[in-house]
């Protein structure tokens, strides 16, 4: 503001034009307990515009949500930091979306550093449930699919599964629900994004059997009939593809009643428009993890066969379309260090993939490994004492580090499942051949089979999800706003 405020000075005398103003909207938790501004005196906006130095400009905060504040030259793609300070420094920070150029306001959700706090809506009590599809439809508008309300891990109650479709936006923080009768109950089914701004949904686990159906979601959430896989399917691992569709790697295509069923025997290709094909898979598994990398290809770890969790990786050639086990390369694995189901697989920003958590037949493992991409082959990052895991959530972040949260931890087969709920953040080295995993943060929200998501703003949702065994439901939703490092600094 001083700045604007000298420049309107100098106009008396032919000086410098003022930059034009911005209404910024700020909003936060509706919990009074995680207000964001409490004891807030200063807000640091901070403008970061493409090819350009940051933008830094300290205003007194007054207590009102609606600031008008002068901006700098906006090009598309520029957007607005704030971080709310006290006399300690950074306590909350916001971002908006991406702006456009000539862009005159925009709306920055705030929250406390380190913390999951409410979403600005509540979410309704109805939508909560574990293991539903979550996929990012046009403009950042978060799709929510399916799961299930009661049951065991991979043993939902089939008279609990959920026809529910809901949407997030994140223009307003509301949350919608969106009647149709062209999904049906289901869950472990296969979603991802289409090119046009909508999504598809394939097969799954229905009330009475496994489904072979394709659904297509306009970029509005209307659900329509979009073709049918070439067999049934439900707990296949899904990468998208650069064209627009994805591979659905194995699963079952028959459940047993008991958790698991018959596995598929195949890989499919499931095209944008709905068209599916099949392509040979030399080892069968069903809940594996699936990331696509940065070649098109994809990276296919874990899963379990009829002899429990596996700990080797199969590869995905996007240029012969086919499907082998991982070699072993020089000093690389071609196995990971342990078997894993349930675990998390997360492509870095050097191409390498960071494994985490899962079970191994026997209990809850902790161990982190790396897959590198020059080495074809898994490498050990340095070791850590954290506590095992499975079935929780991971996301990268738009600085290239990793969030890991919630999931649940076994000690033994048989046992049942205790909540996890210690925040893990891993920041890689350049090479992807290592990176730090840190642990001090406040405990989050008791969630397993949840999602995570990462929103336009670089914020991330949190929603859904359940623990223990039966399954107890972990309501409402949450958003955690990342700042590390140089986001934590007050500009002198």
């Known amino acids: 503001m001083a700045r604007a405020l000298a420049c309107a000075l100098l106009l008396t005398v032919g000086g410098c034009q003022p930059s034009p103003t911005f209404e910024v909207t700020l909003t936060g938790s509706p919990i009074v307990d995680e207000d964001p501004f409490a004891g807030v005196t200063a807000l640091e906006l901070r403008w970061s515009?493409?090819?350009?130095?940051?933008?830094?400009?300290?205003?007194?905060?007054?207590?009102?949500?609606?600031?008008?504040?002068?901006?700098?030259?906006?090009?598309?793609?520029?957007?607005?930091?704030?971080?709310?300070?006290?006399?300690?420094?950074?306590?909350?920070?916001?971002?908006?979306?991406?702006?456009?150029?000539?862009?005159?306001?925009?709306?920055?959700?705030?929250?406390?550093?380190?913390?999951?706090?409410?979403?600005?809506?509540?979410?309704?009590?109805?939508?909560?449930?574990?293991?539903?599809?979550?996929?990012?439809?046009?403009?950042?508008?978060?799709?929510?699919?399916?799961?299930?309300?009661?049951?065991?891990p991979t043993l939902p109650d089939a008279s609990s599964l959920s026809p529910l479709l809901d949407l997030y936006d994140p223009a307003t923080g509301a949350f919608t629900v969106v009647p149709s009768t062209a999904f049906t109950a289901r869950i472990y089914h296969a979603a991802f994004a289409t090119p046009d701004g909508g999504a598809l949904l394939a097969g799954g686990l229905g009330m009475f059997d496994a489904l072979a159906d394709v659904v297509r979601i306009d970029a509005h959430g209307v659900a329509s009939a979009a073709g049918t896989l070439p067999g049934k399917r439900f707990a296949a691992a899904t990468a998208p593809l650069p064209d627009g569709g994805a591979l659905l790697v194995g699963g079952y295509s028959a459940p047993d009643g008991m958790g698991g069923g018959t596995l598929a025997t195949d890989a499919l290709l499931l095209g944008p428009d709905g068209a599916a094909s099949s392509i040979a898979l030399p080892l069968p598994r069903a809940f594996a993890a699936a990331v696509t990398l940065a070649n098109g290809d994809v990276l296919i770890t874990g899963g379990t066969d009829n002899l429990g969790p596996r700990s080797d990786a199969l590869y995905y050639s996007a240029t012969t379309r086919t499907i082998a086990a991982l070699p072993a390369t020089g000093d690389a694995r071609s196995d990971m260090l342990t078997a894993r189901v349930g675990h998390t697989a997360t492509r870095l920003p050097s191409g390498a993939v960071l494994i985490y958590g899962g079970n191994d037949g026997r209990a809850s493992v902790s161990a982190a490994e790396l897959w590198s991409p020059s080495l074809t082959g898994f490498v050990d990052p340095s070791s850590f004492n954290l506590d095992p895991r499975q079935r929780h959530a991971a996301v990268a972040l738009g600085d290239g580090s990793v969030l890991l949260t919630g999931g649940e931890s076994q000690p033994q087969r048989m046992a049942t499942p205790s909540p996890v709920r210690a925040l893990l953040h891993f920041a890689p080295t350049a090479s992807g051949s290592g990176g730090v995993l840190a642990s001090d943060f406040p405990l989050t929200p008791a969630r397993a089979e949840a999602n995570l998501v990462l929103l336009p703003d670089g914020s991330v949702l949190y929603t859904g999800g359940a623990v223990s065994d039966p399954r107890m439901l972990a309501g409402g939703a949450q958003i955690f706003v990342p700042c590390f490092g140089s986001c934590r600094a007050v500009t002198p």
Request: hydrophobic share 50%; proline share 7%; no cysteine.
């Open 49 to 152: 515009r493409p090819g350009l130095p940051l933008t830094v400009e300290h205003i007194t905060f007054t207590g009102s949500s609606d600031l008008l504040v002068h901006a700098p030259p906006l090009a598309d793609g520029a957007q607005l930091e704030v971080a709310a300070l006290d006399a300690r420094g950074v306590v909350a920070v916001g971002r908006t979306a991406p702006l456009a150029k000539g862009q005159k306001a925009a709306v920055a959700y705030v929250a406390r550093l380190d913390q999951f706090a409410a979403t600005p809506s509540l979410r309704p009590a109805q939508s909560a449930r574990f293991a539903a599809s979550a996929t990012t439809l046009a403009d950042g508008v978060v799709l929510f699919a399916g799961g299930a309300t009661r049951g065991s």
